[in-house]
């Protein structure tokens, strides 16, 4: 007999969810299955991207998933299947969420046009450390359950037919042991704090991209190595993340600056670098991230007017900036303030004003109001900066997550390379792959909903061969 019936690496909003829907399963079915949670970060800290999260929530007012436009950015790369069943489910998602005592706030936006059908999402009271925490006070409530912290899972064991049957750990004293368990579900994140991953997938310069919070560290891509090693098959872009673009003089993390989309954004140099204008304002500062990072020497400015500031002004867009960005009267003043050339930016701004086409400045749609003549052109929201003060903020890119990662079904068993499930093996979360472009505001959800999936279809099974 196994250790455990399940063994779950990772205790973000995957590893926690597919614990407690598994242990809530069985107790309902008449028998309470046995499950080892194994999470590589110390108790009591922070470890994992869940934890750090708000997190926006790309919800309906009904609760279901605003969806068209993930379609749209995905294009047809998206994997229907997966996704039709993410749309099934985040109505019980939600109730899931519901039920354990997460209250979800919605919230209509009236000044940024969002990358959403309608102009709404949700986000829960409390951040995810705080829900993540009442799931695992859940937990521990069943005697059957077990969560083993500093314990880092690094080989999954296969029995005589190929069926997954356990996996090795890591103590923090370097003491290996083997976990046996009927099932193992990989729900350990991406490979965003694993220099070497990165440099492999996504090239040169990967060193210089600091992620933007110290728990995704423990990130270190082991679930899809371990994976991989026995035959699975993987899905999304690897080549690609989510990168956002962060105050670099906040002394705290996650300092984000949005809006960019609004006014322009200059390198070192004072010159324009990307169409600041193509696309909404999410996505703009995800583009212009990975711009910063690639090409602009990991330095970027922001610049913008009162017009802009003003609209946002108690508005959840800057709520995320640590600090208030640099102003002045004039462009040059500003300029110094930043520690950029003076003259440079006064030509650069001139430069766009005189471009801004006319028609009316609208930031809750895709305006149209373009600039001409000018190199990169801004497709959207080119209003001249004219509006003492003026204001700026510095920005770097720091990573937030990886988007390859494991194929699965939307069952949420991992698949091989010839797309057969591997026996005994499910993976939720981070940690499977899907995106290629990145609708916005759907991970958590993801993490959430297959989360779910896994441990209901885990219990399922194990209460089935019990009746025979
Ligand atoms: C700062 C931040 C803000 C975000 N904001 C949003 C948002 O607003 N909306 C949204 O939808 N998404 C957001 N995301 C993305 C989203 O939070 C994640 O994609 C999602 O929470 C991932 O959940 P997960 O359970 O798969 O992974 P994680 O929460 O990262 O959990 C993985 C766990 O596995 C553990 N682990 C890793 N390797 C091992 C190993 N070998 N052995 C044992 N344990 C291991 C880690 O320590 C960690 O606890 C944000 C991410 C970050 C970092």
Redesign the pocket.
Same mark, same amino acid.
């Given at each position: 007999m196994p250790d455990y019936d399940m063994v779950v690496?990772?205790? +973000?909003?995957?590893?926690?969810t597919a614990t407690l829907s598994f242990l809530e399963t069985t107790e309902k079915a008449g028998q309470v299955g046995r499950v080892a949670l194994?999470?590589?970060?110390k108790k009591g800290t922070w #470890?994992? +991207?869940?934890?750090? !999260?708000?997190?926006?929530?790309?919800l309906n007012r009904d609760t279901t998933l605003l969806g068209d436009r993930a379609e749209r950015v995905e294009q047809n790369l998206l994997d229907l299947d997966y996704w039709r069943k993410l749309e099934d489910e985040v109505p019980n998602t939600v109730k899931f969420m519901q039920d354990h005592g997460v209250k979800l706030i919605h919230h209509d936006e009236e000044n940024a046009a969002l990358d959403f059908e309608e102009q709404h999402f949700a986000?829960p009271v409390g951040g +995810?450390k705080e829900i993540i925490d009442e799931y695992l006070i859940l937990i521990a409530k069943y005697e059957t359950a077990n969560v083993f912290y500093d =314990?880092? $899972?690094?080989e999954l064991t296969l029995d005589d037919e190929g069926r997954v049957n356990g996996v090795v750990?890591s103590e923090s004293d370097g003491q290996q042991r083997t976990v046996t368990a009927g099932t193992v579900v990989l729900?350990?994140?991406?490979f965003e704090?694993d220099p070497e991953m990165l440099k492999q997938y996504t090239g040169r310069d990967a060193d210089d991209l600091p992620i933007?919070?110290p728990?995704?560290k423990?990130?270190?891509g $082991? +679930?899809i190595r371990?994976a991989m090693d026995i035959g699975a098959g993987t899905a999304g872009q690897f080549d690609m993340v =989510?990168a956002e673009l962060v105050d670099p003089r906040a002394k705290t993390? =996650?300092s984000v600056i949005w809006g960019q989309n609004y006014g322009i954004v200059v390198n070192e140099n004072c010159e324009r670098f990307h169409d600041e204008g193509e696309d909404y304002l999410f996505a703009t500062t995800e583009l212009i991230a990975y711009d910063t990072w690639r090409h602009q020497n990991q330095k970027s400015y922001f610049i913008t007017d009162k017009t802009v500031m003003d609209r946002f002004e108690g508005s959840w867009v800057y709520e995320t900036a640590a600090l208030p960005p640099e102003q002045s009267d004039t462009i040059g003043g500003l300029a110094e303030k930043l520690g950029l050339d003076p003259t440079k930016l006064e030509e650069t701004v001139s430069e766009f004003n005189a471009a801004c086409g006319s028609g009316d400045w609208d930031p809750v749609e895709m305006d149209g109001k373009e600039t001409s003549g000018i190199t990169p052109p801004k497709s959207n929201w080119a209003n001249p900066i004219v509006e003492a003060p003026f204001s700026g903020f510095p920005m770097t890119a720091q990573l937030?997550?990886t988007f390859g990662g494991l194929k699965v079904d939307p069952d949420g068993r991992v698949l091989n390379t010839n797309e057969e499930p591997i026996p005994g093996l499910y993976a $939720?979360?981070?940690?499977t792959g899907l995106y290629h472009k990145h609708p #916005?505001? !759907?991970?958590?959800?993801?993490?959430n909903t297959f989360?779910c999936i896994v441990g209901t279809n885990v219990a399922e099974s194990l209460s089935a061969a019990a009746t025979g």
């Open positions: 690496i990772g205790s +973000g909003f995957a590893g926690s194994i999470e590589a970060g #470890p994992g +991207g869940s934890r750090w !999260t708000r997190p926006f929530l790309r986000y +995810g =314990h880092e $899972a690094t750990v729900a350990c994140g991406g704090g933007i919070v728990g995704i423990y990130n270190r $082991a +679930g371990m =989510h993390p =996650h937030k997550f $939720a979360g981070e940690i #916005p505001a !759907t991970s958590v959800l993801r993490a989360g």
